[in-house]
C-alpha cells in the first residue's frame, strides 16, 4: 500500500515558495485563532466565554458609535461642546473596558469573533 | 458508522487501494452515474479519529481525496463528516443528486490553487481600541483632543486599507482571468494581505503558475505563496440548500 501518511504540501505542491514558509503559517495560525477549536463546556470556562462573548459585542458596539461620531466630526455636524461630551465618554468606556478585560483575564487580541468568508467581526 | 471522504462521478471507476481512517478498507457505494467514497468505522474507532482530529488524520483524508481525482471528477468532503449507516449516505446521495451533479460539472477538468500574499504591516498605523496612549495622553488634556486624534488615527487606517485594496485589484486581475472561479479574503490578519482560492483548469495550472511568478518579480515588497493542485473544497456548494434558503 502507499504510504499516504505523510504532508503533500512538503511535496508537489508548493507552486511558488515565498522562501519563508514559517511566516505565513504563523499568519494562518493567528487567522484561525477566532475560529474556537471546541466549545469549552466546563463551568469555569463557560463564565469566561460568556464574558469574552459579551466584551466582544461591546467593543464592537464601542468602536461603531466611535467611527460614527468620527464622521460627524468629518462631516462638521458636531459642536465643540458636543465633541469634548463624546470624547469624555468614549475613554471612559475605554478605562471600564480595560477594567473587565483584566477581571476576566482578557487580552485585546481575544475580542474577536471568526465571521467564516467573512472574515473577523472586529 | 460510514466515515466520508468525497463524492464522485465514474462510480465503475475502481477506487484506490488505501487504507481509511482507523486503517478500514474504502467503499464506493453508487447511486445513479455519482458515487460516495467512505469507510465504516465499528463506531468508536472512527468516533476517536473525529474527537482527537490530529494532523495524521486530517492528511489520510486528504490523501484519499486526492487519490481518486487522476481518473473521476470529485467533491471533496469535510474532514469530519459521518453518518450513521450505508441506508443514511443512500438516502443523502438519492436527495441531493441534483446538487451533486450540478457541482461534478462545475469542477469537472478543475483543481483549485491556493494564493496568499504577505505584505509589510509595519505601516499600519494604530487601531481603534488599541490606541491606548491616545487615552493616555488625552485624559490630561479633554474629551475633544481624545476625539481629533481618533480621527486622524482613522484617516491613516483608511489610507492603509485603501492601499491594501488597490495592491489586491492588481494582484487579482490577471488571476481571474485564468479562472473559473475564485474566493478571497483581504487582510485576515493586518499581515495577510490577501488569501484567495481559485478554481483552474488543470491545462492552465502551468500559466497561472507563471502569472504568479510575474507577480513576485513585479511586486518585490510582497511574498507570493501559491499551492495546488488541491480538491475544490472551496468551490462545492449544496444547491438544495442554497434553494431552500437553509
Same mark, same amino acid.
Given at each position: 500500500m502507499t504510504d499516504i501518511d505523510t504532508d503533500p504540501i512538503s511535496g508537489d505542491k508548493l507552486l511558488c515558495d515565498p522562501g519563508d514558509l514559517e511566516a505565513f503559517a504563523t499568519e494562518l495560525e493567528q487567522a484561525g485563532t477566532s475560529l474556537p477549536h471546541r466549545i469549552n463546556a466546563d463551568p469555569e470556562g463557560v463564565e469566561r466565554g460568556l464574558a469574552k462573548l459579551v466584551l466582544?459585542?461591546?467593543?464592537l458596539l464601542r468602536q461603531l458609535m466611535e467611527r460614527q461620531a468620527i464622521r460627524r466630526i468629518e462631516g462638521g455636524s458636531l459642536s465643540d461642546e458636543e465633541i469634548e461630551r463624546l470624547g469624555q465618554t468614549f475613554m471612559k468606556?475605554?478605562?471600564?473596558? %480595560? &477594567?473587565?478585560?483584566?477581571?476576566? $483575564?482578557?487580552?485585546? %487580541? &481575544?475580542l474577536n469573533l471568526s465571521l $467564516?468568508?467573512?472574515?473577523?467581526?472586529? | 458508522m460510514i466515515y466520508l471522504y468525497a463524492i464522485t462521478d465514474r462510480p465503475e471507476v475502481a477506487i484506490p487501494a488505501l487504507p481509511g481512517l482507523e486503517d478500514a478498507p474504502l467503499i464506493s457505494l453508487a447511486y445513479r452515474d455519482v458515487a460516495a467514497v467512505a469507510s465504516r468505522g465499528a463506531g468508536s474507532g472512527v468516533s476517536t479519529a473525529l474527537s482527537s482530529p490530529e494532523a495524521v488524520n486530517v492528511w489520510r483524508h486528504e490523501a484519499i481525496v486526492e487519490a481518486l481525482m487522476p481518473d473521476r471528477t470529485v467533491l471533496p468532503v469535510r474532514f469530519g463528516t459521518v453518518l450513521p449507516d450505508?441506508?443514511?449516505?443512500?438516502?443523502m446521495l438519492k436527495d441531493r443528486y441534483s446538487s451533486f451533479v450540478a457541482?461534478?460539472?462545475?469542477?469537472?477538468?478543475?483543481v483549485e490553487l491556493s494564493v496568499q500574499v504577505l505584505w509589510d504591516s509595519d505601516s499600519r498605523p494604530l487601531t481603534a481600541g488599541r490606541a491606548k496612549n491616545i487615552n493616555d495622553q488625552c485624559s490630561a488634556i479633554g474629551g475633544r483632543a481624545y476625539m481629533l486624534a481618533r480621527l486622524s488615527e482613522e484617516q491613516l487606517e483608511r489610507a492603509w486599507r485603501r492601499r491594501a485594496e488597490t495592491l489586491v485589484v492588481e494582484i487579482r486581475r490577471p488571476l481571474e482571468h485564468m479562472a473559473a472561479d475564485s474566493v478571497c479574503q483581504v487582510l485576515v490578519t493586518p499581515r495577510l494581505l490577501l488569501k484567495a482560492a481559485y478554481l483552474v483548469a488543470r491545462e492552465q495550472m502551468k500559466n497561472f503558475r507563471k502569472e504568479i511568478n510575474n507577480l513576485s518579480l513585479a511586486y518585490p515588497e510582497l511574498r507570493?505563496?501559491?499551492?495546488g493542485p488541491w480538491p475544490a473544497y472551496n468551490f462545492v456548494t449544496d444547491r438544495k440548500a442554497d434553494q431552500s434558503g437553509d
Open positions: 466582544t459585542l461591546i467593543e468606556l475605554d478605562v471600564r473596558m %480595560e &477594567e473587565l478585560k483584566q477581571i476576566f $483575564g482578557l487580552e485585546d %487580541e &481575544e $467564516g468568508p467573512l472574515g473577523n467581526l472586529l | 450505508e441506508a443514511a449516505l443512500r438516502s457541482n461534478l460539472k462545475r469542477v469537472c477538468g478543475r507570493f505563496l501559491c499551492t
